[in-house]
Each structure stands twice: as structure tokens, then as C-alpha cells.
């Protein structure tokens, strides 16, 4: 599905001044992000060898984040525009939410779908004719396939067999969905709010208006009301300090 979108809006995306310089900053900051997750599971694994392997797509994301954003500041440049400079991302602590196999699932996934669009993305600037973003996206593949390949496998060894290890991939479609509706109504709630504190304010303006016509502000000093003060003259007088001898 990620494929077939990416294809059809290709020729918008990529000719879109200044949008795709901004869209390889979004990939970078995604690898950048996919690293700080993959540093957490080679920190939490209890296994050497899945260490060594999340070591290894980690460095391989570090050198994506950094390929995607000096492309970007190369595209801003020739259009005359200061580089977004490098990523960083934030993490969601995915290794400690989901545990190692959801988290497996999670990462073959994205995998998967990052391999089919960046082929879509290749063969595109391929048929433009601009052999350094070609040239990008297809250094990048080869390590997406591998990084698709390992997660495959090492989820069926968790799993105890492919069967087991598709039941984790369905699973991780649910979440992904669960987390994405969670997103979308944070963003629609934060709009709703913006929107609501206008419409009040709107209602409340002509009350506003009102109290500021029938008590317009006085320019100056006010003095305190009368009321409560007592003329000099009604003062009690201070009783006159004692002196004492020593």
C-alpha cells in the first residue's frame, strides 16, 4: 500500500519547490529515530548475538540519517535556502513498550515498508534522470533488504516458527493502527482546543466591549476611595516613647 501511494504521488512530492529537500529531512529524521530505538535493544537484549545484529542496523541507520540530511541541505543550497541541519529525533522507548519479539515485528514491518518505497522513489529519480538521488535511495536499499531479511529471522526464532512469527507481524498492524488513532486525536484535540478558546473569545468580546464603555479607564493615578480613611485631625495620637535609665 505504502508502494502504490508513494508511485502515485511521486510526480507531486518531487516537484513541489523546496518539499522534497524537506521530505529527505523527514527520512533522516526517521533513521535517526530508528537508531535511538535500535541502541535501547542492543542495551536491553539478553542475547550477544541480537546485540551484535541491532549494533550493526544501528550503524547502518546512523550513516541513512546523515546521507538523507546532507542530500536535503544539498537541495535547499541550489535553491538558495539554509540546510535543516542534522536530525534529531526523538525516541518511544519501543523495545521497553513492546518487548523484543513486538519489537521485532515492529521493525520488520517498517522494514518492509521502507524497502517498497524507497524502490518507488529509486526507479522515479532514475527515470528523471537525477543519478545522485538514484544513486541515494539505491545504496540505501541494499541495507533495508538486509535489515528486512535479519528481523524476518530473528522473529521466527523467537516465535518458535513462521507461523507464529506472522500471528506478531498481525499484531504489530493493530498497534501500529492503535498508535496512529492515538496520534490523530491528539492533533484533533489540540486543533479543537485552539478553535473553542477563538469561538470564546469571539462571544466574550462584546461583554468586553460593554464593561469597557460603561467604566472607561481613567488615565492617570486613581486615588484610593474616601471611604474608610480617617481625617488627620481624627488620628489617635502615638503614645510618646518611654525612656528609661539604666
Do not use: C
Not at 478553535?195 to 469597557?212: E, G, H, I, K, N
Amino acid at each position: 500500500m505504502s508502494a502504490i501511494l508513494a508511485r502515485l504521488v511521486n510526480p507531486v512530492v518531487w516537484r513541489i519547490p523546496g518539499h522534497g529537500a524537506r521530505k529527505l529531512f523527514e527520512f533522516s529524521l526517521a533513521e535517526h529515530g530508528s537508531m535511538l530505538d535500535l541502541k535501547a535493544a542492543a542495551r536491553l537484549t539478553p542475547s550477544a548475538d541480537r546485540r551484535a545484529a541491532y549494533v550493526r542496523h544501528l550503524l547502518d541507520e546512523t550513516r541513512h540519517a546523515q546521507m538523507f540530511a546532507l542530500r536535503s541541505a544539498e537541495l535547499r543550497k541550489r535553491a538558495g535556502l539554509e540546510s535543516l541541519g542534522f536530525p534529531n529525533a526523538d525516541t518511544e522507548a519501543l523495545f521497553e513498550k513492546l518487548g523484543e519479539v513486538g519489537f521485532l515485528a515492529f521493525v520488520h514491518r517498517g522494514e518492509s515498508r521502507g524497502r517498497q518505497q524507497f524502490e518507488t522513489y529509486r526507479d522515479w529519480f532514475a527515470r528523471q534522470g537525477d543519478d545522485r538521488s538514484r544513486a541515494l535511495f539505491e545504496a540505501i536499499l541494499q541495507d533495508e533488504k538486509q535489515h528486512e531479511s535479519y528481523t524476518w529471522e530473528l522473529l521466527v526464532e523467537l516465535t518458535g516458527g513462521e507461523s507464529a512469527a506472522r500471528a506478531e507481524l498481525r499484531k504489530a498492524v493493530l498497534w501500529e493502527a492503535w498508535r496512529t488513532w492515538r496520534r490523530a486525536g491528539r492533533f484533533l484535540a489540540e486543533k479543537l482546543y485552539f478553535v473553542l478558546m477563538l469561538v470564546l473569545y469571539a462571544m466574550l468580546a462584546p461583554f468586553r466591549l460593554m464593561a469597557a464603555v460603561m467604566r472607561p479607564a481613567k488615565p492617570g493615578w486613581s486615588l484610593p476611595s474616601a471611604e474608610g480613611q480617617v481625617d488627620a485631625g481624627e488620628r489617635p495620637a502615638l503614645p510618646a516613647p518611654s525612656r528609661t535609665n539604666a
